[in-house]
């Protein structure tokens, strides 16, 4: 598959709505870079709207999407996680959950009538907030002793990385972003270190 230097994700978090023969339907997205993570904003979400009879939803994550999954929450086969799953592949989201959850109106809207409902309330939620294209990162944990400290911060001065995180204890320890593009050239400098250990976290 085509390497990628960014992908297309939201903005930030949005909202959508869609009403059909007093039924509700709630569209939510949000950036998400894991399937821990999207675990974690279903739970949240579950809360947020704990008096909805459904939370179906659909994410893809990866650079090319290549890791996805769609839930219909005990709506028929197909008829909710499929269609919002949908939306993410039309727009070429990845790096993205979209969840739909329902107020039940009293009224069956049948398979077709569901599959508009979520498509149409999860195209209103990623319609609400912008798409953004961003550039892809590695990011790595830099491990190594007190001896290379001058080298390895001279490195990332260099190059003009910004530390994620850092801790100078009794050991040092960095996680940094690198630019995609140049990562094997940033990593194959930082491996001159003698103590110097690279753990790679991630590339998104």
């Not at 009538?113 to 990623?126: E, Q, S």
């Amino acid at each position: 598959m085509e390497d990628k230097n960014t992908y297309r994700t939201v903005k930030s978090r949005s909202e959508g709505f869609y009403k059909e023969k007093g039924s509700k339907f709630i569209g939510v997205v949000s950036r998400c870079y894991s399937e821990a993570e999207a675990k974690q904003l279903l739970a949240d979400w579950k809360r947020e709207y704990a008096q909805a009879g459904h939370l179906c939803y659909a994410y893809r994550i990866g650079l090319n999407g290549e890791r996805y999954r769609a839930n219909d929450d005990g709506e028929p086969a197909n008829s909710a996680g499929a269609p919002i799953l949908g939306q993410l592949q039309s727009y070429d989201l990845t790096n993205t959950l979209a969840g739909v959850v329902r107020y039940y109106g009293g009224t069956k809207l049948g398979v077709g009538g569901l599959i508009n409902a979520y498509r149409t309330a999860t195209k209103d939620a990623i319609d609400t907030t912008e798409i953004v294209a961003l550039e892809v990162f590695e990011h790595v944990q830099l491990d190594f002793e007190y001896s290379d400290m001058v080298g390895v911060m001279n490195c990332l001065k260099r190059w003009n990385l910004e530390m994620d995180r850092h801790s100078f204890e009794n050991e040092c320890e960095i996680e940094c972003s690198l630019p995609l593009p140049a990562s094997q050239s940033i990593q194959s400098e930082l491996k001159a270190f003698d103590t110097l250990k690279i753990t790679n976290k991630g590339i998104y």
